[in-house]
Every structure is written in structure tokens, then in C-alpha cells.
């Protein structure tokens, strides 16, 4: 099963900024199965970015996804204030077929 | 769009069998290539896939689960259905049904919680 660690646990910062927030995965995984979800309080998760950099329907373009292999990077260009919440990536595997990272809690500073 | 949405009993008793149903609106359960899974999160933890079933009828549950888990689909009422036998504590969390075309999920419904308690 592949493990997938996302780093930090938190990041604190200010509307404007840029957020850069790290998916590292135990082995190597296939661009085309990474994605990234945000989930804000009492909300089920929203699709952001699939195969690792396609951005999911409606997503503004300050979301972008890159990475290959075993590490993977979400970036928020720009923060707006509905942009403060938990994201957590996603890959697709043979079983299970989907694992989860533990999440990354993006709060305002 | 497809919308989701969960239902069933939000308290169960240890060792009993939680079921859960998702009713599906916005398109065919059968139709398109589809995969209908249940996805659940403990209160203040991470997400965790249970299993999925495919138009098909085929069905993949997470090895940690799957001697308890059924998940069946019933196409005459748009729905697809969660069972969760010999459940504990450790069971207790929102439970999400949700959907997409495989490698990502696409679709969530708003999640509802399962309290496990005598």
C-alpha cells in the first residue's frame, strides 16, 4: 500500500501570499493518478486538481498541481480568504484503490 | 450534475451492522462509465475509502475493511447501498457517498454521521 505523507501539517499565512504545500508518496505513483481536494469546516471535499496539474471544473487558476514520481506539490499563487482550509492529495491504486494524505490545515495568520 | 445524497440511521449499536444508502439525482446510476464509492472521516481525522462498486456491479473494498464491507447498487431506485457489519466505536464518523470516472473522486454528497454507542 502506498503511504502518502503530506507536509506541513500546517502552514499559517496572510491573504496574498503564495502557499506551497508538499504530497510525498512511499513509492512511486503515476502523475495521472494524483489528486488534490479542499475541505472546509462541515463540508464534504471538492475536487481541485486531478492527474496531478489538470485543474477540475470551475477551479480558479491560482490552484496549480506539479510533481512526478514520489512528490507532488499543490500551489495557491495568490490566497484569497475562502482559500484558508484543509487540503489533502489522493492517489489511485491497485487496493486500495484509493489512499488519502493526512491532510495539510492552510490557516490565516 | 450529479448530486448525492446519504441516508440512514445516525446511531448504531456496537457489534450491529450500520447501512447506509446513497440516492443518486442528476443522472442514471447505470449509465456512463462510474464508479460509486463510500468514503469516511473520523471528527478531526483524515478521509478513508471503504469500497466502490462500477455500473458493472463490480466491486474493490479497502483490505483493512473488507471482511465486514458490502456495498450493492439499486438501479430501479438510483441508489447504491453501504453495509458495515460488527461495527465498534472505532466506527463512529461522517460517511460520505461519492462518485467519479476512476482515478479521482468528482462528485461527494454532503456526508452523514454514524454515531456507534450502546
Known amino acids: 500500500e502506498i503511504v502518502l505523507t503530506q507536509s506541513p501539517g500546517t502552514l499559517s499565512l496572510s491573504p496574498g501570499e503564495r502557499a506551497t504545500l508538499s504530497c510525498r508518496a512511499s513509492?512511486?505513483?503515476?502523475?495521472?493518478?494524483l489528486a488534490w481536494y479542499q475541505q472546509k469546516p462541515g463540508q464534504a471535499p471538492r475536487l481541485l486538481i486531478y492527474?496531478?496539474?489538470s485543474r477540475a471544473t470551475g477551479i480558479p487558476d491560482r490552484f496549480s498541481g506539479s510533481g512526478s514520481g514520489t512528490d507532488f506539490t499543490l500551489t495557491i499563487s495568490r490566497l484569497e480568504p475562502e482559500d484558508f482550509a484543509v487540503y489533502y492529495c489522493?492517489?489511485?491504486?491497485?487496493?486500495?484503490?484509493?489512499?488519502f494524505g493526512q491532510g495539510t490545515k492552510l490557516e490565516i495568520k | 450534475q450529479v448530486q448525492l445524497q446519504e441516508s440512514g440511521p445516525g446511531l448504531v449499536k456496537p457489534s450491529q451492522t450500520l447501512s447506509l444508502t446513497c440516492t443518486v439525482s442528476?443522472?442514471?446510476?447505470?449509465?456512463?462509465?462510474?464508479?460509486w464509492s463510500w468514503i469516511r472521516q473520523p471528527a478531526g481525522k483524515g478521509l478513508e475509502w471503504i469500497g466502490r462498486i462500477y455500473t458493472s456491479g463490480s466491486t474493490n473494498y479497502n483490505p483493512s475493511l473488507k471482511s465486514r464491507v458490502t456495498i450493492s447498487v439499486d438501479t430501479s431506485k438510483n441508489q447504491f447501498s453501504l453495509k458495515l457489519s460488527s461495527v465498534t466505536a472505532a466506527d463512529t464518523a461522517v460517511y460520505y457517498c461519492a462518485s467519479g470516472g476512476g482515478v479521482a473522486v468528482d462528485y461527494w454528497g454532503q456526508g452523514t454521521l454514524v454515531t456507534v454507542s450502546s
Open positions: 492527474g496531478a496539474s
Open positions: 513509492q512511486s505513483v503515476s502523475s495521472s493518478y
Open positions: 489522493q492517489q489511485y491504486g491497485s487496493s486500495p484503490q484509493y489512499t
Open positions: 442528476g443522472g442514471s446510476i447505470s449509465s456512463g462509465s462510474y464508479y
